[in-house]
């Protein structure tokens, strides 16, 4: 199915995927019940190198591409789905936005504990008023001094029951040309951490509360006028989500073609039914063509950043592959599909939060829109 592959990031995908069922597979289904991070998985991955791996050597990384890092995530989540989403973590997430835009001083001091699998880096991008519309968002950050203060509300975010670090997008005046970014530690004086609630997908979220929350210039990370490199950055976080969600769709695929192989019903196995073998057929062509997309997006990353267009295309089809083929799976597998015995479930709710997540499939629909007709459309009335 990854045609694209060269003999380089073959022998690579073997050895991750030796690595995952010798090391992750024993245990999959108790992590994707945990709401909890996993921090043993983290440094274990960190030991394999498979934090950081588009970050450069000189600042710790291991100086991949961003293909390495999707073919990591891609080959965990067939023995570990909870696994894939420490890979995105360490590679895709707030920590890329980071690496690509951090001082060496803030590098310096926080790099090497979030590549160790030490330390966790949150996004709090979401607010209360500020979802699909981001650029409303209203946390502020106010110069005083050598400092900054920060007041307002984060919801949503990814990790943030255990994250040690947040990146926060912040607006330092009105209008667009006013958002940027700091860094903010969990442990800072004026930052509440709400009560965890939980995703449909069994995750944790906890709401952000600054109240005049004092941080060091020094953790300013985009000034004013930053937003439109913080999304440069955040598409790389686009793919990771694509990224997943097309392997979680996979690894419901092959859990239902093993159930539709060797179980039966009126005395046949289940692929011996057309009804179903239909069902097979397209679910592998859509996951194979959504597979197509995201290589395309991630072969034509410039300078290790993705465009737009591409991503967007690629996290539509992958979301939309990923979640369809999941629900296929657990109609497949019958009760046991649905029971949490069984990991298709989990793929389902999982990817279900990814066509929200990271830029809903609505929102991306807009944005392939805008390239159809070559001119942007405002959404606001
Ligand atoms: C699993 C998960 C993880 C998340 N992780 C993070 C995180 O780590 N950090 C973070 O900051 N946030 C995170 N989020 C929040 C996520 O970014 C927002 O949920 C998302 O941007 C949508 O915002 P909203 O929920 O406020 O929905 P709204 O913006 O209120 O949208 C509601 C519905 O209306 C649609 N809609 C809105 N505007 C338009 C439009 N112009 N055209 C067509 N349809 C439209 C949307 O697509 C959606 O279906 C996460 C969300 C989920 C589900």
């Not at 968002?137 to 990814?158: C, H, I, P, Q, R």
């Not at 995201?294 to 991503?311: C, I, K, N, Q, S």
């Not at 015995?341 to 990271?358: K, Q």
């Amino acid at each position: 199915m990854n045609t694209a592959r060269t003999e380089e990031q073959t022998i690579f995908a073997d050895a991750v995927r030796g690595f995952a069922q010798a090391n992750l597979a024993a245990g999959a289904l108790e992590r994707a019940h945990d709401p909890s991070y996993s921090w043993d998985i983290a440094r274990k991955l960190a030991v394999q190198g498979l934090l950081g791996i588009t970050i450069p050597a000189e600042n710790g990384g291991q100086g991949g591409t961003l293909m390495d890092a999707v073919i990591a995530i891609q080959e965990l989540a067939q023995f570990c789905p909870k696994s894939a989403d420490i890979v995105q973590a360490g590679n895709f997430g707030a920590i890329r936005t980071f690496a690509e835009y951090a001082s060496p001083e803030q590098l310096e001091r926080y790099l090497p504990d979030l590549l160790a699998g030490k330390a966790l880096i949150g996004l709090g991008m979401s607010e209360p008023e500020a979802g699909s519309a981001v650029t409303e968002l209203e946390t502020s950050a106010v110069e005083d001094g050598d400092d900054y203060v920060v007041n307002g509300t984060k919801v949503f975010s990814t990790h943030s029951a255990d994250a040690t670090l947040f990146l926060i997008y912040v607006r330092y005046h009105p209008g667009v040309g006013g958002i940027g970014s700091v860094l903010i530690e969990r442990d800072t004086p004026g930052l509440t951490i709400g009560k965890p609630s939980l995703f449909m997908s069994g995750e944790q979220w906890c709401q952000l509360y600054f109240e005049n929350c004092r941080i060091p210039s020094s953790n300013m990370l985009l000034g004013p006028g930053g937003f439109k490199r913080q999304i440069a950055g955040f598409n790389v976080e686009r793919i990771g989500n694509a990224s997943r969600s097309l392997a979680l769709g996979k690894l419901a695929f092959s859990l239902a073609r093993n159930h539709a192989a060797e179980r039966k019903q009126f005395g046949r196995p289940l692929c011996e039914f057309q009804g179903l073998q239909w069902k097979f057929a397209e679910m592998a062509v859509k996951l194979e063509s959504a597979q197509l997309l995201l290589d395309r997006a991630v072969m034509g990353a410039e300078e290790g950043l993705p465009t737009a267009y591409d991503t967007a295309v690629a996290k539509l089809a992958c979301n939309q592959a990923g979640f369809e083929v999941a629900n296929e799976a657990v109609q497949i597998m019958g009760g046991l599909g649905y029971s949490q015995e069984a990991l298709a479930e989990y793929c389902l709710r999982r990817t279900r939060g990814w066509m929200i997540a990271g830029g809903s499939i609505e929102i991306l629909k807009n944005r392939i829109a805008e390239h159809v007709f070559d001119r942007r459309f405002n959404q606001r009335g």
